[in-house]
Every structure is written in C-alpha cells, then in structure tokens.
C-alpha cells in the first residue's frame, strides 16, 4: 500500500514547454485533489475532483488542466509554462466511498510533491 | 468553511506539552475541527479532528471550547521531530471539497 504517489518529484522546464504530473493513489479514494504551494505560503487548491470522469476548478486553476479517466488517477498538466508556476505541487486523495469511515471524518491523505521550476 | 485564526510562529521546549491554539469564531454547527501539520518540505500530515467533543489519539489532543469557536491542539511530550508548520482547518466533511489550507502555526521545538 503505497498511498500516495507523485511523479516526477523533480522537474526543470523552459518557458512554454508542456508537461504533465502525475499522481496515482492505491487507497480506492474516491476524491483527488492538487495544490500549490510557494514559498512562506500555505498550500491553494488548483483543482479537484470527486469522481472518475469529473474535475472542478479550485482557487487557482488558470494556467493548469487536469483528468480523471482513471479513478486511482490525476494528472495535472501544464500546456505553456511560466515561471509564475515554479513552485511545489502536492497531490491529495480522500473518501472512500466504500466503508466510509465512521467517524465522519474526510482525511486527506498527501503525496510526498513535486518540485517544478520554470527557467 | 469557516476562516481561521493562528499564530505565525511559536517556540517549545523539548519535552514540554506544545499547545498551539486556532481561532474559528464563524464555524457552523456542521463544521469540524480538523488539523494537520507539514514537516519541512513533506506534504501535509492529518494528526486529528473533532466536532465538538475533547479527542485523543496516539499523535495530539485535540481541546474545543464548548461554543465551539476556538480549539487547542496539544502535543504532550513534543520532541525535535514535532518541529512543523501546524494547519487549524475548519470544514464540513461532505458537501465542499474547495479545502484551503492557511499559513498555519510554524512550531520549533527547542533542545
């Protein structure tokens, strides 16, 4: 049970490249998320999504797209990329939708990130 | 979910009980306490949650206010390793997903 995995973990791009992260989950959760976080700052939601084939915009979505196609998957990619999204991305699932938990709770449960400068 | 309050930074000695508090003056009566920390450039760490009643586990404590619109997450015994920026996030469990995490509280445990 390897939770949650992020590749690549590092990744140097030039201006306007593309690429795609990506991040596997073993825990059959049903929900998945992406965040950023920069320096001194907190981790902001880029998008999400609470099921296979679904997705939804976070607080900043611009400049990012992602895909569900399959349920432990979610990749989010980068279709031009600008040195404003140099930062670290961290990959979330949460929910089992099968034996819920029963104390309510919706724990998220993070990958280990993935370092991206944009040169 | 509601906004949450927590102080930038704080010091404890090692072995000390670290208290770190979270103000959520506006939380719903739907809405639980969660929290998590981040340790250096690891990704977030769950630790505890709580609706309205004390909770335990073998990590923190985890103390609510009986109006519900502060809590305190206590770490009895806090060693090195305990050093971490800590997240106070207040949320329903279902029904939103646009989960924020704020700047939190960095703790340093000092030798």
């Known amino acids: 049970n390897a939770g949650v995995t992020q590749t690549p973990k590092f990744r140097v791009l030039k201006t306007g490249q593309s690429m795609t992260l990506l991040c596997a989950q073993d825990m059959n959760h049903e929900y998945m998320y992406w965040y950023r976080q920069d320096p001194g700052m907190g981790l902001r939601l880029i998008h999400y999504s609470v099921g296979e084939g679904t997705t939804a915009k976070g607080e900043v979505p611009d400049g990012y797209n992602v895909s569900r196609l399959k349920k432990q998957n979610f990749l989010l990619g980068l279709e031009s990329a600008a040195p404003s999204q140099t930062s670290v991305y961290f990959c979330?699932?949460?929910?089992?939708?099968?034996?819920?938990?029963?104390?309510?709770?919706?724990?998220?449960?993070f990958g280990a990130g993935s370092r991206l400068t944009v040169l | 979910d509601a906004k949450t309050t927590q102080p930038t930074s704080m010091d404890c000695a090692e072995g000390r009980a670290a208290n770190l508090p979270c103000n959520h003056s506006t939380i719903s009566g739907n809405e639980y306490v969660y929290w998590y920390r981040q340790i250096h450039s690891q990704g977030p760490q769950y630790i505890i949650h709580g609706l309205k009643n004390n909770e335990t586990n073998e990590m923190a404590s985890l103390i609510i206010t009986e109006d519900r619109k502060s809590s305190t997450l206590i770490l009895p015994h806090a060693t090195l390793r305990d050093t971490a920026v800590y997240y106070c996030?207040?949320?329903?469990?279902?029904?939103?997903?646009?989960?924020?995490f704020g700047t939190g509280t960095r703790l340093t445990i000092i030798p």
């Open positions: 979330a699932s949460s929910y089992p939708r099968v034996g819920q938990d029963p104390s309510g709770a919706n724990v998220l449960t």
């Open positions: 996030i207040v949320r329903v469990n279902f029904g939103n997903e646009k989960l924020t």
